[in-house]
């Protein structure tokens, strides 16, 4: 991923429950803070819980004509279908992100996993899955600063929920940045 550009496509994929669409919309919401511009998009099975769940986010310094990731930057990958779906990707340059709960390991260059489920499930708290994957991902890649996932998270949530949640975004950060 290239620092410092104006433009991120960010594809965020996974199973129906995980929660990839509410990650999309936090994501798109921390750029809009930060004065960008984002679109956000989503797909998904007939099936709401258990088939495949597909959201996009298009960050831009500049207007966003096409509101489809065309060229993504990061995937971020949370069952194996998925990551089946988009590995080869990290053949081109793209990191993508995956969950080592729920898909094989992989090796190679600009592959990342991370026991995301089962560590959420740890604190506590399984249904966070995908902030913890949003933290991991947001300090890999310098899409949006964590500090405005913190603002999101606290604006969305009630006061119980949003410091679960805040422990999950910081263990996700935690896990890239080795703290």
Same mark, same amino acid.
């Given at each position: 991923? &290239? ?8 594809? %965020? ?22 004065? &960008? ?129 805040? &422990?999950? %975004? ?10």
């Amino acid at each position: 991923m &290239k620092a410092n550009q104006g433009r991120y496509e960010i594809i %965020l994929a996974g199973s129906g429950g995980q929660g990839l669409v509410l990650s999309g919309m936090m994501l798109a919401e921390a750029a809009i803070l930060e004065g &960008k511009n984002t679109v956000q998009t989503q797909s998904y099975g007939i099936a709401s819980r258990g088939g495949l769940s597909l959201a996009e986010v298009i960050i831009d310094d500049r207007e966003i004509i096409f509101q489809q990731v065309q060229e993504p930057d990061v995937v971020l990958a949370l069952t194996e279908e998925s990551l089946e779906r988009y590995q080869a990707l990290a053949g081109q340059g793209v990191p993508v992100f995956y969950d080592t709960t729920l898909a094989r390991a992989r090796s190679g260059a600009n592959l990342f996993g991370h026991p995301f489920t089962r560590i959420a499930s740890e604190l506590g708290n399984s249904a966070s899955v995908n902030i913890l994957a949003l933290g991991a991902l947001a300090a890999a890649c310098p899409i949006v600063k964590t500090e405005s996932l913190e603002m999101v998270i606290r604006g969305r949530f009630r006061k119980e929920a949003a410091e679960l949640n805040m &422990k999950a %975004l910081r263990m996700g950060i935690g896990l890239v940045r080795g703290a």
